[in-house]
């Protein structure tokens, strides 16, 4: 599908900026005719890099910012002192309008104040929530909110569940997703009383989802739903659990087929299944997560990605656009309040 976006880039954030933004950059104008970018950051060394893709360059604005928001930088910190940064000026293009969306692989609590402060929430939204795509047995489900929000409301999860729906509905293609709430077990009675309430709302709900109930860790990797909904507690700590996991099982496997000589051979002839297996499971397919519920599309990429990864996180960044994800979360938001008789901008106080 053809696009006609600009992206504002934070060149500079990342664990191997700017070279990999540049490079994802070029990869991701390939996959998506029409983006130009608008990069921010150090120009002599951005220049550089654009040397090396003339029909990239043709598309690329440079934006000066010398400086660069560090991985340990406080949130806080990054307030008070990051207004000049190559985040802060990309994030503050997105809300000049220069750019319709913002990519950063720099920190991400960094990246989550600056964004909340200068972008603001969508109407109806209390709190942005973080999103990811995770595979599962059946393809692919989002889950959210991966840690943004420690501790969450009835209303914070309804409205989670909102926008993790819109999300499938946008970049997914999914007319009507299933939506799970996160809890200690499938039954009614399960789990808090702000989880409970928020589940009573979503039966309720004449939203454009099918509200499948109370999931449990299982069930994520199971793709029982196509959006999964926690708390960022809850939901940080399965996340990185699964990926800990996965990472495991692979440090195993290439361990076994190393450990003889017969192993190797094995190994050899089931390279083309391992490379199937490997290419499934690549962290790199759904590297970014999405800032959900802001006005403006924010998208954080992985620090220690590659091109392609980096570039898939912008694809993240388009999607939205293309598709009017924020304008589905709002037209959605509007559909809850006719329910509940509350103004959307009420129940997000």
Known sequence: MSTAHVIALDAMGGDRAPEIVVAGANVARLRYPGTTFRLFGQPKKLEKLLGRFPKLAADTEIVPSEMVIEPDMKPSQALRKGGQSSMRMAIDD???????????????????????????????????????????????????????????????????????????????????????????????????????????????????????????????????????????????????????TASMYTDFLKATFRRSVFSKLGGALAKPALHALFKRFDPRRYNGGMFLGLNGVAVKSHGGTDAKGYANAIGFAVDMLTHGFNEKVIEDLELLSHDTGIPAEVAAQ
């Open 94 to 244: 997105v809300k000049a309008g220069a750019a319709s969306g913002i990519v950063s692989a720099g920190n991400t609590g960094a990246l989550m104040a600056m964004a909340k402060l200068a972008l603001r929430t969508l109407p109806g939204v209390h709190r942005p929530a973080i999103a990811s795509m995770i595979p599962t047995h059946r393809g692919e489900s989002v889950m959210l909110d991966l840690g943004a929000n420690i501790d969450c409301s009835a209303d914070n999860l309804v409205q989670f569940a909102v926008m993790g729906a819109a999300f499938a509905r946008s970049v997914q293609g999914l007319s009507h997703p299933t939506v799970g709430l996160l809890n200690v077990g499938s039954e009614e009675s399960k789990g808090h009383e702000e989880i409970r309430r928020a589940a009573e709302i979503l039966r309720s709900a004449h939203l454009p989802l099918e509200f499948y109930g109370f999931v449990e860790g299982n069930d994520i990797t199971e793709g029982t739903v196509d959006v999964v909904v926690a708390d960022g507690f809850s939901g940080n700590i399965a996340l990185k659990t699964a990926e800990g």
